[in-house]
């Protein structure tokens, strides 16, 4: 696929930002989060545009102004994304605005990308390369298939957003420019009075991003319902008292068997861990509302140097239950009292310092780690600018290894999963019968 830019806009806030929101402060979870951009690229047909001039480049005029407009009054309410990040942990809000980028798709029709959709090729639907976060806290890249068919590609630093604020940013943009401005929640500003920045020194969030990618993301998609059988399997096998093992811990520890199972790796000898980052707007004494903008989340962390291996099948099969109990046990432990304890000074600077033993832990080559995010039940689909919900969401080839990202698809009867390993442990995988046996035919 060929991506070529046709023009580059400024998009500024419709109304100046006042004085005293000039400068924002980043909080310790924005700081501690992956100098990286966020992607999502949402795909529209546009099969169903009535226009009686059915001119095609009449209507992607007429798109591309309405998305411009929109977004300038959407950067009003969230200010800091038309900022400029500065050296000491702030965005400069003093509207030099976000970056609109209007590309053509040569050669390649959405359909193509919808049938076999490749994750590196997808990075050329966005505005901005992933692992290289700069200044700028925002970016948008339209682009136009010759079928008609457009992909709006958008980016929003981790520094500043996590994935659900990403989606509510979104969310608003598309609900005023389809002219119902007056349904649109104002965002709040609260993350850093909630968890005030810190001197974290040279800690760098970026340890784990490869200075150049050598490895080999792919897209795969579990059948929603096989995946609710294995859920149940592992539940029923569980000896621990009544508690419902979910979609995504079941997942997660098969995924991670098989990982074990077609890498080889020594159970017994190696340190591992697994990670899921955790939404916590619910976790507060008062509940956060939806449209808090920020990072809040927490990396949590399993370690299975706990479970007993005893036989190969254990260690490729048999003890995935007992590591989906573990996840959620580990996971049920970011409550209430867990983030009232981090807003804390001396509990911030304890959970500090567990993520810079881990930077040690990993730079040294210690151990293996396993990333599993989750985006099901988010509403990725919400995204209607006034044609219709997209008919796919996207993520896009974010470099970095050992890692699954869930997504549920539009019909949610898959859940849809990145992969990036190597590309030796890619192989392995992809023709592993029992993960085989998990994905959608």
Not at 199 to 217: C, M, R, S, V
Not at 354 to 381: D, H, N, Q, T, W
Not at 385 to 408: H, K, M, Q, T
């Amino acid at each position: 696929m060929k991506v070529e830019v046709t023009s580059k806009d400024i998009i500024k806030p419709s109304s100046p930002t006042p004085d005293h929101l000039r400068l924002y402060q980043l909080s310790f979870l924005d700081q501690i989060s992956p100098r990286a951009y966020s992607p999502f690229i949402y795909y529209y047909s546009l099969n169903d545009i009535n226009n009686d001039s059915n001119d095609n480049n009449y209507i992607i005029s007429n798109i591309s102004e309405k998305l411009k407009k929109s977004l300038s009054k959407t950067l009003t309410l969230y200010y800091p994304l038309a900022g400029r990040f500065t050296k000491d942990f702030c965005v400069d809000c003093h509207d030099e605005g976000a970056l609109f980028f209007e590309a053509r798709v040569l050669k390649t029709q959405l359909s193509n990308v919808l049938n076999n959709p490749i994750p590196v090729e997808l990075n050329d639907l966005l505005p901005f390369p992933l692992n290289q976060c700069a200044e700028l806290p925002f970016g948008v890249q339209l682009n136009i298939f010759p079928c008609g068919g457009i992909a709006i590609g958008v980016c929003i630093s981790h520094r500043i957003a996590d994935a659900l604020s990403c989606l509510e940013f979104t969310k608003s943009w598309m609900t005023i420019s389809r002219g119902e401005e007056n349904k649109v929640v104002p965002p709040t500003f609260i993350c850093s009075s909630l968890f005030p920045p810190k001197n974290i020194g040279n800690y760098d969030p970026t340890f784990a991003l490869p200075k150049k990618n050598t490895n080999l993301a792919k897209f795969f998609a579990f059948d929603a319902l096989k995946v609710e059988a294995l859920r149940a399997k592992y539940e029923e096998k569980s000896k621990c008292p009544p508690r419902r093992i979910t979609r995504i811990e079941a997942l997660s520890a098969f995924l991670y068997s098989r990982y074990v199972a077609v890498t080889g790796i020594d159970v017994k000898g190696e340190l591992l861990t697994i990670y899921h980052p955790v939404n916590i707007p619910s976790k507060f004494d008062k509940p956060l509302p939806e449209n808090s903008f920020g990072n809040y989340y927490f990396a949590n962390v399993t370690s299975l140097s706990s479970i007993n291996y005893n036989t190969e099948e254990d260690n490729n099969n048999e003890k995935c239950y007992e590591v989906a109990r573990l996840i959620g046990d580990e996971l049920r432990k970011i409550d209430k009292k867990l983030v009232n304890d981090l807003q804390r000074v001396e509990k911030s600077d304890e959970y500090f310092e567990s993520l810079m033993m881990a930077i040690e832990r990993s730079l040294k080559g210690e151990g293996v780690a396993l990333a599993f995010s989750s985006l099901c039940r988010f509403p990725l689909y919400d995204a209607d600018f006034g044609y219709g919900e997209p008919i796919w969401v996207s993520s896009a080839d974010r470099c970095y290894g050992n890692i699954f990202g869930f997504l549920d698809n539009k019909k949610c009867d898959k859940i849809e999963a990145y992969a990036c390993f190597s590309p030796h442990e890619m192989a392995k995988l992809e023709v592993d019968k029992e993960f085989l046996s998990l994905l959608s035919t």
